[in-house]
């Protein structure tokens, strides 16, 4: 198979989330994809089966585990895709469902693709998960932001929404991977989505995702857009709304996400971002 890596939601490669693709997986059974995407080694691959009328068959992995969805792999893939194909609209089969992601060819040839997520929903986080997730953290109440309550948040993955007060407390981000790993195996979260508002309509993002092997992800488009239903349904912002995630500063792998939020209540958030193929970015496997 051909391996391609690409650097999600940066049209810079040192910057963005670096993601492994596989356009054509055909035949390509799950222990061997969960093999390719530890010897890749970064955050998710993704695994692509073609079928009929631009409908695809996706697999997310991790260098641990499946994930079932993943967006800066998805945005890497439909940028690959369209880099070799022409840009269009793809139809990717997930096993969170059925996402939309379409590309753009923009003037200075750069290659956009947004993606519409699954119906996103959000739902209350209990006291002693909060207690205990902030202890993993080694953050306390008093860090959060109060008008902007915790949840739990899903567009695909379940990812606690939680927001720092400042923007210190967010860069000094030091946790207890193993806690926080196994507070998360338990409840089945994806990465935990910590976030701060900058303003109304620009926040700044960092997402620890220990269940997949990696201490961070420098960019994560289901959890923006899990932050975008959160917002919709919470009523932080007034939609449609457009809102920018600013993630993987603190990493040195500046991200830039782009969400749309529709008006409508129940209906998929957009998710807009570029991509960029990294150096060695194809090799071949057996």
């Not at 959890?223 to 939609?239: F, H, I, K, T």
Request: aromatic share 6%; proline share 7%.
């Amino acid at each position: 198979m051909e391996i391609l890596r690409y650097a999600a939601f940066s049209a810079d490669p040192a910057g963005g989330n670096p993601a492994g693709v596989v356009l054509d997986a055909t035949g390509i059974g799950e222990a061997e994809m969960q093999r390719v995407a530890a010897d890749v080694g970064y955050s998710e691959t993704a695994f692509l089966v073609p079928g009929r009328h631009s409908h695809f068959t996706v697999r997310y992995f991790s260098p641990k585990a499946e994930v079932p969805f993943c967006g800066h792999a998805t945005i890497a893939s439909a940028v690959a895709h369209a880099e070799r194909h022409g840009p269009g609209v793809l139809l990717l089969n997930t096993r969170a469902g059925l996402v939309e992601v379409s590309t753009t060819v923009l003037a200075d040839g750069t290659v956009t693709a947004t993606l519409i997520s699954v119906e996103p929903r959000t739902r209350p986080i209990a006291d002693g998960d909060l207690a205990a997730l902030l202890d993993a953290l080694c953050w306390v109440r008093d860090d959060l932001d109060g008008a902007l309550p915790p949840r739990v948040a899903f567009a695909g993955a379940w990812h606690p929404v939680v927001a720092a007060a400042s923007r210190q407390r967010l860069a000094d981000l030091d946790y207890d991977m193993p806690a926080l790993a196994s507070l998360m195996a338990q409840h089945d979260w994806t990465t935990i989505n910590l976030v701060h508002r900058e303003s109304p309509l620009v926040f700044h993002a960092r997402n620890p995702f220990p269940p997949g092997g990696v201490v961070e992800d420098a960019a994560t488009g289901a959890a923006a857009a899990a932050l975008g239903g959160y917002l919709r349904e919470m009523r932080l912002v007034r939609p449609p709304a457009t809102v920018t995630v600013r993630q993987g500063q603190d990493m040195g792998r500046p991200s830039r996400l782009t969400i749309r939020i529709p008006a409508q209540a129940g209906t998929g958030i957009a998710v807009t971002g570029t991509a960029v193929a990294l150096s060695h970015t194809r090799s071949t496997e057996a």
